[in-house]
């Protein structure tokens, strides 16, 4: 049969990739197969073209209904004929899947997408008995397994499934797998015999980078994107809250995005998909139910908001870039807290599940942390070897750090290993090398052996490198399915008896210090000059009006603008307590002040002050004054919201003071004395300082906290805004 004329045929392509067409000669021939191809790389064709050329209908079992609609639509495009390809699932109704039936019991259909959970209806699986089945494809099989990055316990019944359906042969894919997973997948599949076919996970075109998870990340993403005007990007966040945040942020800076979880409804997912593929949104944020089998070729970055639960995970979730061959740029944020949270996700499982979890979320973080080049761990984890000392296109390997000799370092990790007998994981091993003297050391009696403490004077923070280094060089290697025991392998031994020389590179720093000056866009110096000339405007708007300086612009806003440099109304509401009543009102002196200091000292504002923020919190705000405009009692706000009474002034204050204009009379009528109010009133009417300390100390122990603090916000409203 000449593959390559069908090839043409069917697809329009000339030539197949890499293993494609012996793949599609092992189907044909009836044999068991297991594809192992990195995402781009091809793998849809090994089922589809066979699919046409047998007799009878394949049966694609794929978790993704998204990828099941892009694919019919596919096949079914290519051919002259209605129905050669369909799918069932959870979207479709009785007259649509009575369609189905009907075009797969004419012969029409040749391929037929089905969901696990969709399997296994009774139903499907008696009317399934009575089709020819040509094969079965299983596709993201390393959903199979639980050492997979995306175990469903559904796939672990699809071989008693096809028992019952009926014999054929068996073709299962994966984008990423490691050893233990391959083997897990075959052996759940019963197909231990399968002819393998394992591509390169190499993709040379794709960049990666980590960078230190600071506060003002959404400001590093949103000034990217817009460097990169026009390209096609994902960002995956752990959370659909974040997901929902992340996106109203990228919208309000003008880009062209939209969110994506599991928790919005199939319309809403199925139109944001299509508005993607059709590039009316450049940029998809969302969970890790977007992307798997989204045919997109030129997605251009891949953004990781929170790190990935697995390397498997993370390997998968970026090969969504540069499926063309074209420019893929992949950027992760770390923070060890994170990793941290991940670990308190996981309390409360079976025990063995965190387990296996724990080690995937290591393996990410030493990925994240290591200073090696990035692709070569990446392919190392896979069981792939690449040589090169630098590959060009990773953070670690455009800015190499310099080598130091560790080969002491090693020998004393592999003598420490042997010496406990190869049964224990990284962090008991440095635990027993440095000499800490835990719990589980002392109950092994590891403590009492000459080796314990060998490297005492050794830092923590430089042996994991030299764990991590020593794995990928080959003298240890990791029972990944026996819990992560470190084993000294053959070339470890010879290392003991003739020591060389073993260069590593230091591990990278991700400090966990919350950039709050960043989050505020006061990252830079204060300009004491231009701050001087704010407090002189401030004051002559003051006197003007006939109004304390504080009640125009508190003392930090007057701070940010002298570090950011504001010099649109748009801008300055990003400056803390400035909103857009305050801005029309008071801005335009401000910012003309601003602009002429800029262009007269010729200063350089910062980029990324464009940066527009949403409000996490503008919902509460809303329900906030919505019930004081509907005057409900204050206290009752509080309870309906959730917060103590100090909580809701808290925030009520935060509203006035970026002037929005609340009025809480009808309250405080209710709860306080005329003639105190007065006194308040006047106290602030007349004062340099809206400082609450200050006020209660004038004021004396006649008035409470409470009572200062609501006719400060019916002064602030009234007289600021």
Known sequence: MNLTKMLKEYFGFDKFKGDQEAIIRNVISGNDTFVLMPTGGGKSLCYQLPSLLMEGTAIVISPLIALMKNQVDVINGMSDEEGVAHYLNSSLNKAAIDMVKNDI??????????????????????????????????????????????????????????????????????ATATDKVRTDIKKSLGILDAHEFKSSFNRPNLYYEVRSKTKDIDKQIVKYILQNPGKSGIIY???????????????????KAAPYHAGLDTLTRSTTQDDFLMERIDVI????????????????????????????????ETGRAGRDGGEGNCIAFYSYKDLQKLEKFMEGKPVAEQDIGRQ??????????????????????????????????????????VKKEAGEE?????????????????????????????????????????????????????LNPVIRQALIAGYLKKEVENYG???????????????????????????????????????SVLDPALYAMLKDLRRDVANKVKLPPYVIFMDTSLEQMATVYPITLEELQNIQGVGAGKARKFGKEFIELIKKHCKENEIERPEDLRVRTVAKKSMLKVKIIQGIDRQVALDDIANAQG????????EIEAIVYSGTKINIDYFIEDVMDDDHVDDIYDYFMESESDDLDAAMDELGDDYTEDEVRLVRIKFLSEMAN
């Open 105 to 174: 019991q004419k012969g029409k259909t040749k391929l037929l997408y089905v969901a696990p959970e969709s399997l296994t209806k009774e139903e499907y699986v008696d009317f399934l008995k009575t089709c020819k089945i040509s094969f079965y494809a299983i596709d993201e099989a390393h959903c199979i397994s639980e050492w997979g990055h995306d175990f469903r316990p559904e796939y672990r019944r699809i071989r008693p499934i096809m028992n019952e359906i009926g014999q054929a042969p068996v073709i299962a894919l994966t």
């Open 285 to 316: 944020v969302a969970t890790i139910a977007f992307g798997m089998g989204i045919d997109k070729p030129d997605v251009r970055f891949v953004i990781h908001y929170d790190i990935p639960k697995s390397l498997e995970g993370y390997y998968q």
């Open 237 to 255: 966040c752990l959370s659909r809250k974040k997901v929902e945040e992340l996106s109203a942020v990228l919208c309000a800076n003008n880009i």
């Open 360 to 401: 995937l979320l290591q393996e990410t973080a030493a990925y994240a942390e290591s200073s090696v080049c990035r692709r070569r761990m990446l392919l190392h984890y896979f069981g792939e070897e690449y040589n090169k000392d630098n590959c060009g296109s990773c953070d670690n390997c455009l800015h190499p750090k």
């Open 410 to 462: 090693l020998l004393i990790i592999l003598k420490s290993i042997l010496a406990i007998k190869e049964d224990f994981r990284t962090d008991y091993v440095i635990d027993f090398v440095t000499g800490r003297a835990t719990d589980d050391i002392v109950a092994h009696k590891h403590d009492q052996l000459e080796e314990f403490g060998l490297g005492e004077d050794q830092e923590r923070k430089l």
């Open 485 to 523: 025991l470190l084993k000294v392998t053959a070339a470890g031994k010879r290392f003991i008896k003739h020591p060389t020389s073993f260069m590593i590179v230091e591990d990278n720093e991700f400090s966990d210090v919350d950039d709050e000056d960043a989050s505020e866009g006061r990252g």
């Open 643 to 650: 917060l103590d009474f100090e909580e809701l002034l808290d």
